[in-house]
Each structure stands twice: as C-alpha cells, then as structure tokens.
Antibody, heavy 120, light 106 residues
Framework: QITLKESGPTLVKPTQTLTLTCTFSGFSLTTYKVGVGWIRQPPGEALQWLSVIYWDDDRRYSPSLKSRLTIAKDTSKNQVIQTMTNLDPADTATYYC????????????WGQGALVTVSS | DIQMTQSPSSLSASVGDRVTITCRPSQSISTYLDWYQQKPGKAPKLLIYAASSLQSGVPSRFSGSGSGTDFTLTISSLQPEDFATYYCQQSYDTPPTFGQGTRVEI
C-alpha cells in the first residue's frame, strides 16, 4: 500500500533554510502521471499547496513562494526533498507530503504531517 | 489563483441528519473538484474526486455533485465519525487551491 512520511527539523530560526524529506513506499515516481508534492497548514488555518514534482521531473511551485522553494527527487531512495529559504514565523505550520494521482486528478494519499515551528 | 469559497464555514448537526456543503470557485473549473475530510490532529483524507467520484473505501453516504462554478458535498445520514472539517480543492489550474473549510459539529 502507499505510504508517505515526512522528516525534518521541528524548530527552525527565522531567516534559516528548512529542508524536509518525504520518504515514500508502495509506488514509483517514475510511473506515468504520478507526482509527489507538499501542502502545509498553519495552526487553525486552511490548507495551502506549496510544490509538486512529477514522474517526468516537471516541477511546479506556488507563485507566492516560488522564489523560496525548491523541490527535487531521488528515485533510487524513494524520496522527495523540499527546501524553503528565509523562514519567517508565518511559515510555522504542519507540512504534509502528498501523492498526486494524475488519473484521479487528486491528492489521494497523505503523510502524517510534520509540525515545523519558526521561532528564535 | 482560483479562489474557492465554501459555505457555510461551520454547521451544527445531529446524527442522522442530511448535510450539504457548498463550494464555489472564482472561475469555471469544469469538474476538477475534490473533497477532503480532516479530523483534529490528522491528515486530510480524500473523499470525492472529479466532483462526483467516490474514492475507494469511502462510505456511500458521501456524494458530490456539480460542475463549473457550483459544487456540493452531501452526507446523506450523518454518522458520529463524520464530525470533522471538510475542504474542497480545485485541480483545474496551478496552483491547486483549497476552500477555507467547513467545520461540522455536533
């Protein structure tokens, strides 16, 4: 079955860079129409899509965060890594790794989430 | 970005009630609309994709309808485990965008 798990720091200082790793199993990121992305949720707020990388290495970013985000994949390790630069307390959120199914056109599997707090 | 407006933002209901949640995008999105359920402290779960297709394993009391700029999620008979927050999301255009959520309370 498909599983995804986020890993990374729980506490980051303002202006620092956040690197989150998604380790997945049950599918291959070389399969047509598959993608892995990131969605975050500040405490008590709604969901915000951040980035996605597709089977063909196409990458898309939230326009409002594009200058700060980078997404990459390591298919040999079944991992997707997202980096976000110049962190601000407003970036405090739970960060979810998600599986994109291009046939359903939906995020059909989610990781458990990783809470990242930005504070000095 | 396509703005997604859900209504109501919260509602109170009882077990057995029929519940309807509406989602209106700021422009037409054909049927590229998904619904998610989120319980406190948990990741969202896909309920409905492509506006009306039930995700595998989701109870049939959940249904979705609509196209263009008017969508509805219906729970035909509310069960205790359905008390949660529900989000709509458009996958018509990048960036994918979510509604602000509808909290279903007892």
């Amino acid at each position: 079955q498909i599983t995804l798990k986020e890993s990374g720091p729980t506490l980051v200082k303002p202006t620092q860079t956040l690197t989150l790793t998604c380790t997945f199993s049950g599918f291959s990121l070389t399969t047509y129409k598959v993608g892995v992305g990131w969605i975050r949720q500040p405490p008590g707020e709604a969901l915000q899509w951040l980035s996605v990388i597709y089977w063909d290495d196409d990458r898309r970013y939230s326009p409002s965060l594009k200058s700060r985000l980078t997404i990459a994949k390591d298919t040999s390790k079944n991992q997707v890594i997202q980096t976000m630069t110049n962190l601000d307390p407003a970036d405090t959120a739970t960060y979810y790794c998600v599986h994109w199914d291009g046939n359903l056109h939906a995020f059909d599997y989610w990781g458990q989430g990783a809470l990242v707090t930005v504070s000095s | 970005d396509i703005q997604m407006t859900q209504s109501p933002s919260s509602l109170s209901a009882s077990v057995g009630d029929r519940v309807t949640i509406t989602c209106r995008p700021s422009q037409s999105i054909s049927t590229y609309l998904d619904w998610y359920q989120q319980k406190p402290g948990k990741a969202p779960k896909l309920l409905i994709y492509a506006a009306s297709s039930l995700q595998s394993g989701v109870p049939s009391r959940f249904s979705g309808s609509g196209s263009g700029t008017d969508f509805t999620l219906t729970i035909s008979s509310l069960q205790p485990e359905d008390f949660a927050t529900y989000y709509c999301q458009q996958s018509y255009d990048t960036p994918p965008t979510f509604g602000q959520g509808t909290r279903v309370e007892i």
